[in-house]
């Protein structure tokens, strides 16, 4: 009787279990019976840009102790992984490096055999390791590197006193997206494998570090009195590209009941009033998507180098400070980051080759969110802006140009200099040509949300996805058989369909834009300020962007331009890059300097290279915009300056 009483409680407690855990369940099965129906007929996918044995073990955790050592410029570390076989009978595995030293190598406690293979020119360098033991499919090692970076580490960049706001200490950032975690830490650096974490940083104690995970406290290093340990943990598993950290004199204001803003303190409070929108942000797209699964979201303002507008580490959102506008105009960016604890972070790529995954479904969470913030209309035209950035991309790259295809081949194929705008753009366009077809934003949202909570915490590729999407729509199948899915993935140039956007927002720029294109020297004095004093910021953009696929303007009209609309005063960075490169496309030398100026005093690679590239295709300032390149390319971020020297043909030997 008493045994029976005991299964008797035990089969409530399972109806109660599966009661509770029936959708995560669903969710389960149905991801079985997608990836069985496609393990049918699906290549597997390989990460060319990896050589990390990925289909025989995969990482589940990392556990990092990293000491910053700012004098010599190098991290000197120790990170244990907890690798989980794949298959049966492993005696061996194989993390990324790049430019590491390794000193030693240990499994379960025991010395292994390491060795470090040829040296790639981008990707790196393999770190063969020989298990002392053998393995089946299902255990688990830990495998203990220890190690120290490099001074030239392109993960990594070091910041000199003069290079940051308060002149006083270093500052250190990472960025390891798209494959540069390699440089900082031994690991299996491919999107397609995802881990947790545990962090233990030692910074000087005059130093704050902060990392993309939730702090853990802090306490004085026991081995050294002048320094400080920093503890971090991140409890969701996360690719490799999406570890971070930040090293410097950093305040943090609260912008949020789960954020924060940190910088350094001559920054701190203007950022706080820049990004207050915050919440109301996450808030927004909880309602579109599901629930914000990261705990904190914090975001740091980083030193002007940082060479993108922002990057989505989970828990600490990287932020250009060229987004300090004093307007809030330029908060769309922050849309953009918080989209990604959904699409990128929750639900990854499997491989950079299907970086639309990420990129795409970002652009169309992150309009969808300014939907619901602004209006239909204004996400009608900002689909309007992209497009054009993606008319700029592919005639920058060539209309053949394979990296333009929306799913490329990366084999032999450097990440940063494949990175463009095609995968936000061409992928937008695509989703935004699905919603169509299928009948509507709050129609194709319904597969978004579901999408994501069907894929959360795993890695897709681009077959898992259109899989799914026939599965979801299966009342739609005749329709989007239709698809011209070859025209949109694997071929290069503009997409196979010319979406339609309401013009609404775009008239008045438009208008002015052909105005400015049709006017002889008699009707420059026609213009006035009052031609720009309705638009907003946004709409200047775009007016200045429209013009920008213009022919170049005749200098009489730039100058006039400026009398009137006086446009050098804008401090607004998307108003005037756009600017200034007009200007220097018009050949107006008073513009040079400012352009100069504008390449230089930050490192976003959206405005400082295509300045670069302008003032290099003005002849009389082509030495010029050279010399100015390699005075100022030791402060600019790694990334920046070898995309710059190569539009600038400057070669190796000029470093």
Same mark, same amino acid.
């Given at each position: 009787?008493?045994?029976? /009483?005991?299964?008797?409680?035990?089969? =409530?407690?399972?109806?109660?279990?599966?009661?509770? !855990?029936?959708?995560?369940?669903?969710?389960?099965?149905?991801?079985?019976?997608?990836?069985?129906?496609?393990?049918?007929?699906?290549?597997?996918?390989?990460?060319?840009?990896?050589?990390?044995?990925?289909?025989?073990?995969?990482?589940?955790?990392?556990?990092?102790?990293?000491?910053?050592?700012?004098?010599?410029?190098?991290?000197?570390?120790?990170?244990?992984?907890?690798?989980?076989?794949?298959?049966?009978?492993?005696?061996?595995?194989?993390?990324?490096?790049?430019?590491?030293?390794?000193?030693?190598?240990?499994?379960?406690?025991?010395?292994?055999?390491?060795?470090?293979?040829?040296?790639?020119?981008?990707?790196?360098?393999?770190?063969?390791?020989?298990?002392?033991?053998?393995?089946?499919?299902?255990?688990?090692?830990?495998?203990?590197?220890?190690?120290?970076?490099?001074?030239?580490?392109?993960?990594?960049?070091?910041?000199?006193?003069?290079?940051?706001?308060?002149?006083?200490?270093?500052?250190?950032?990472?960025?390891?997206?798209?494959?540069?975690?390699?440089?900082?830490?031994?690991?299996?650096?491919?999107?397609?494998?995802?881990?947790?974490?545990?962090?233990?940083?030692?910074?000087?104690?005059?130093?704050?570090?902060?990392?993309?995970?939730?702090?853990?406290?802090?306490?004085?290093?026991?081995?050294?009195?002048? /320094?400080?340990?920093? /503890?971090?943990?991140?409890?969701?598993?996360?690719?490799?590209?999406?570890?971070?950290?930040?090293?410097?004199?950093?305040?943090?204001?609260?912008?949020?009941?789960?954020?924060?803003?940190?910088?350094?303190?001559?920054?701190?409070?203007?950022?706080?009033?820049?990004?207050?929108?915050?919440?109301?942000?996450?808030?927004?797209?909880?309602?579109?998507?599901?629930?914000?699964?990261?705990?904190?979201?914090?975001?740091?303002?980083?030193?002007?180098?940082?060479?993108?507008?922002?990057?989505?580490?989970?828990?600490?959102?990287?932020?250009?400070?060229?987004?300090?506008?004093?307007?809030?105009?330029?908060?769309?960016?922050?849309?953009?980051?918080?989209?990604?604890?959904?699409?990128?972070?929750?639900?990854?790529?499997?491989? +950079?080759?299907?970086? @639309?995954?990420?990129?795409?479904?970002?652009?169309?969470?992150?309009?969808?969110?300014?939907?619901?913030?602004?209006?239909?209309?204004?996400?009608?035209?900002?689909?309007?802006?992209? +497009?054009?950035?993606?008319?700029?991309?592919?005639?920058?790259?060539?209309?053949?140009?394979?990296?333009?295809?929306?799913?490329?081949?990366?084999?032999?194929?450097?990440?940063?200099?494949?990175?463009?705008?095609?995968?936000?753009?061409?992928?937008?366009?695509?989703?935004?040509?699905?919603?169509?077809?299928?009948?509507?934003?709050?129609?194709?949202?319904?597969?978004?949300?579901?999408?994501?909570?069907?894929?959360?915490?795993?890695?897709?590729?681009?077959?898992?996805?259109?899989?799914?999407?026939?599965?979801?729509?299966?009342?739609?199948?005749?329709?989007?058989?239709?698809?011209?899915?070859?025209? +949109?993935?694997?071929?290069?140039?503009?997409?196979?369909?010319?979406?339609?956007?309401?013009?609404?927002?775009?008239?008045?720029?438009?208008?002015?834009?052909?105005? @400015?294109?049709?006017?002889?020297?008699?009707?420059?004095?026609?213009?006035?300020?009052?031609?720009?004093?309705?638009?907003?910021?946004?709409?200047?953009?775009?007016?200045?962007?429209?013009?920008?696929?213009?022919?170049?303007?005749?200098?009489?009209?730039?100058?006039?331009?400026?009398?009137?609309?006086?446009?050098?005063?804008?401090? !607004?960075?998307?108003?005037?890059?756009? @600017?200034?490169?007009?200007?220097?496309?018009?050949?107006?030398?008073?513009?040079?300097?400012?352009?100069?100026?504008?390449?230089?005093?930050?490192?976003?690679?959206?405005?400082? =290279?295509?300045?670069? /590239?302008?003032?290099?295709?003005?002849?009389?300032?082509?030495?010029?915009?050279?010399?100015?390149?390699?005075?100022?390319?030791?402060?600019?971020?790694?990334?920046?300056?070898?995309?710059?020297?190569?539009?600038?043909?400057?070669?190796?030997?000029?470093?």
């Amino acid at each position: 009787m008493q045994k029976l /009483r005991v299964v008797a409680d035990w089969c =409530r407690v399972g109806r109660i279990w599966l009661d509770t !855990n029936r959708g995560t369940l669903e969710k389960l099965l149905l991801r079985w019976l997608l990836q069985r129906n496609l393990s049918l007929t699906m290549v597997p996918v390989i990460d060319p840009c990896s050589f990390s044995s990925s289909a025989r073990c995969t990482t589940k955790h990392l556990n990092l102790m990293l000491h910053v050592d700012f004098e010599s410029h190098v991290i000197r570390g120790k990170v244990a992984l907890t690798v989980e076989m794949l298959e049966d009978k492993c005696s061996s595995l194989t993390l990324d490096t790049k430019d590491l030293q390794i000193s030693k190598v240990a499994a379960n406690g025991q010395e292994a055999k390491f060795a470090l293979g040829a040296k790639h020119s981008f990707n790196g360098t393999p770190l063969e390791i020989s298990l002392p033991f053998e393995l089946s499919r299902g255990q688990h090692v830990i495998v203990e590197v220890t190690y120290e970076t490099s001074p030239r580490a392109s993960a990594l960049q070091w910041l000199t006193p003069a290079q940051t706001a308060g002149k006083k200490h270093p500052y250190l950032f990472s960025q390891c997206q798209a494959t540069h975690c390699r440089s900082m830490i031994p690991c299996q650096d491919t999107p397609m494998v995802k881990h947790t974490y545990y962090a233990q940083v030692s910074v000087p104690k005059e130093l704050v570090a902060v990392m993309g995970a939730v702090g853990d406290g802090q306490e004085p290093d026991p081995q050294d009195s002048s /320094r400080t340990i920093y /503890r971090f943990r991140q409890a969701v598993p996360i690719p490799s590209y999406l570890i971070a950290i930040v090293v410097g004199v950093l305040e943090s204001r609260d912008i949020g009941p789960r954020s924060k803003v940190w910088s350094e303190k001559e920054l701190v409070d203007q950022a706080a009033y820049e990004f207050a929108e915050t919440e109301s942000m996450l808030k927004t797209a909880e309602d579109l998507v599901g629930p914000y699964v990261w705990g904190q979201y914090d975001i740091v303002v980083l030193p002007p180098s940082f060479p993108y507008g922002g990057m989505e580490n989970p828990c600490l959102t990287y932020a250009t400070p060229t987004l300090l506008a004093g307007d809030r105009s330029l908060s769309g960016v922050i849309a953009h980051e918080i989209a990604h604890s959904w699409t990128g972070n929750l639900v990854t790529t499997k491989s +950079w080759e299907h970086f @639309w995954l990420n990129e795409g479904h970002t652009v169309y969470l992150e309009r969808m969110i300014a939907r619901a913030l602004e209006s239909e209309q204004y996400r009608q035209f900002k689909a309007i802006g992209g +497009w054009k950035e993606l008319q700029d991309t592919v005639n920058l790259f060539g209309q053949s140009n394979p990296l333009t295809n929306l799913v490329p081949s990366l084999k032999e194929v450097d990440t940063d200099a494949a990175f463009s705008f095609v995968p936000y753009e061409k992928g937008f366009a695509f989703l935004y040509h699905l919603e169509e077809l299928v009948g509507g934003p709050e129609v194709f949202m319904g597969f978004v949300k579901s999408y994501i909570q069907l894929y959360a915490y795993s890695s897709v590729s681009t077959e898992e996805w259109k899989n799914y999407l026939f599965t979801y729509f299966k009342d739609k199948v005749d329709i989007l058989k239709k698809v011209d899915w070859d025209g +949109w993935m694997n071929t290069p140039g503009m997409p196979p369909v010319t979406n339609q956007y309401d013009n609404t927002l775009a008239d008045v720029c438009i208008a002015l834009c052909n105005r @400015w294109v049709e006017a002889k020297e008699e009707d420059l004095a026609s213009f006035s300020d009052a031609d720009v004093k309705a638009l907003s910021s946004p709409q200047l953009t775009e007016f200045l962007a429209l013009l920008l696929h213009q022919n170049p303007l005749p200098l009489s009209h730039v100058k006039r331009m400026q009398e009137v609309y006086n446009l050098n005063s804008i401090k !607004n960075c998307e108003i005037r890059f756009r @600017w200034l490169h007009l200007c220097v496309r018009a050949r107006w030398e008073e513009a040079v300097p400012l352009a100069f100026q504008m390449a230089t005093e930050q490192g976003r690679l959206k405005y400082t =290279r295509p300045l670069f /590239r302008e003032l290099y295709n003005f002849e009389k300032y082509r030495q010029e915009a050279v010399n100015m390149f390699l005075q100022h390319r030791a402060a600019m971020h790694p990334v920046t300056a070898a995309l710059v020297a190569r539009d600038l043909k400057v070669e190796q030997s000029h470093k």
